[in-house]
């Protein structure tokens, strides 16, 4: 059976990659590397576990393993090919742009600084999970897309979402066990991540909450990179919802309730004050000022179920999160601790690979992992930490100027979804390494640079109209 799924599986992803690679070198849309992403990211993990459950190959493994940063670097040359006059190209950065290449030539020069005990290779490993979604935005900012091809890059997050959804409750409801126990994850992370089974399960901690009830985490790594992921899923069914005509909506409404059932499959914790976070932000955008008031409601309703009418295991749970008392909370404040510390004894780093769960940081050098912000923070310095920060924020307000800016309806919903996917991981990236997330992280950071595209063009046209603003 591994072996038929392992051949479905090369075929979806060999057949996916051979059609954007040509539409790539030989009508150069160079561009549509980003459906290749989208589409394949949401499988990464589990296409690997069965990969190397039918085969045992860490070679094979290997190959498909790659398929991400080839196709990324392939549109990078493709572009650079397709440019007749690639240094008279016309390119004026915007506030994002320099946060970006700051940020990405900081990191280069900790690559090439003698700082810290990680290896060499582990340290061009790190840098390179940081170049790769840089290069990501870098082609957004430079993309060009009709209305429908932005359609598709839609079509395919509402497939992802609903899809999600649906194996999520084949796990609950017929399999009774997660996706992950009949893939392979747990061979396949012992194997090539040395990464032993742990948990009640048999696949990791994060697959299980503290009273040992099932996290799903569908055909995602895991249910934090789920509960992550359907957060844009449900802005970009609610932006196509706010924004189509009555009679044509109630697809959208769909995708945000499966958005939703994912989102109580995972069980995350920081998802779900995500998702309110999304919320009010959502409700600031639109002056929803209603929606407001509606998400406080169900906050209070939410809190009167907990006291009067929840289990003793979910009252003490919610409490003990609150208080920070649950292990896994109070985990977090350890490696956050741990974090500041690093960033106070070094305001200027410690040296790339030293901290994150990243594969090429090893146990014995990480010092802190469970905050993205401080994860840059202990290797980069606090500079390093504040040109991360200073990229999302531009990114989102150059965002949110496009949506209120632009007249072009496609751009405009891609400008929501990019900004409140942001905002709405700002949770999850205080508890995880949430840059991991390959498919919301890369797929919200092309959507960043596409619309600080659009705000350049939108701030161009605007000064030829009225040639007297100040550039």
């Not at 810290?116 to 290069?135: C, D, R, V, W």
Request: hydrophobic share 55%.
């Amino acid at each position: 059976m591994a072996l038929i799924f392992f051949i479905g599986i090369a075929i979806a992803v060999g057949a996916g990659f051979l059609w954007v690679v040509q539409e790539m070198i030989f009508r150069g849309r160079w561009s549509y590397f980003i459906f290749f992403l989208t589409a394949f990211l949401p499988f990464y993990i589990t296409s690997l576990s069965v990969v190397y459950l039918a085969t045992q190959s860490a070679e094979v493994v290997g190959m498909f393993q790659i398929f991400k940063e080839v196709i990324v670097l392939v549109a990078i040359l493709v572009f650079l090919f397709y440019q007749k006059g690639i240094f008279d190209y016309p390119f004026r950065l915007q506030s994002t742009d320099w946060m970006m290449l700051a940020f990405l030539c900081l990191g280069f020069l900790y690559l090439l600084l003698p700082l810290g005990e990680a290896s060499f290779i582990n340290k061009a490993l790190y840098y390179k999970s940081m170049l790769i979604p840089g290069l990501v935005y870098f082609l957004g900012r430079n993309t060009r897309f009709s209305k429908l091809e932005i359609g598709w890059i839609f079509k395919i997050i509402f497939a992802v979402a609903i899809g999600a959804f649906l194996v999520n409750c084949v796990e609950s409801f017929l399999l009774d066990s997660h996706l992950q126990q009949l893939t392979g994850y747990a061979l396949y992370n012992q194997a090539i991540n040395d990464i032993d089974p742990s948990g009640n399960f048999g696949l990791t901690w994060t697959f299980e909450t503290q009273a040992v009830t099932k996290r799903l985490a569908s055909f995602f790594s895991d249910p934090l990179e789920l509960a992550s992921s359907v957060l844009m899923g449900f802005a970009a069914g609610l932006i196509w919802f706010l924004t189509s005509k009555k009679e044509y909506n109630w697809p959208y409404l769909l995708v945000m309730a499966c958005s939703l059932g994912s989102l109580v499959f995972s069980a995350s914790r920081a998802a779900f004050g995500a998702f309110f976070i999304m919320i009010f932000f959502v409700a600031l955008v639109f002056k929803l000022y209603k929606l407001i008031g509606a998400g406080f409601l169900v906050l209070v309703c939410f809190g009167v179920y907990v006291i009067g009418f929840a289990s003793d295991d979910f009252y003490f749970f919610v409490l003990d999160t609150i208080t920070f008392e649950n292990s896994s909370s109070l985990g977090h404040v350890v490696e956050w601790l741990l974090a500041l510390d690093s960033m106070v004894a070094n305001p200027l780093g410690i040296g790339l690979a030293m901290s994150g769960n990243a594969g090429s940081v090893t146990d014995e050098l990480r010092v802190g992992g469970e905050n993205q912000f401080l994860i840059y923070g202990v290797q980069l310095g606090w500079l390093g930490m504040m040109l991360y920060i200073l990229t999302m924020a531009t990114g989102v307000v150059l965002s949110l100027r496009v949506f209120y800016q632009t007249e072009n309806t496609m751009t405009a919903r891609l400008a929501f979804v990019g900004a409140v996917t942001k905002v709405g991981l700002l949770l999850p990236l205080f508890t995880a390494n949430a840059e991991m997330y390959t498919y919301v992280a890369w797929l919200s950071w092309w959507m960043i640079g596409y619309n600080v595209k659009e705000y350049s063009f939108i701030k161009n046209t605007s000064n030829q109209i009225f040639p007297g603003l100040r550039q």
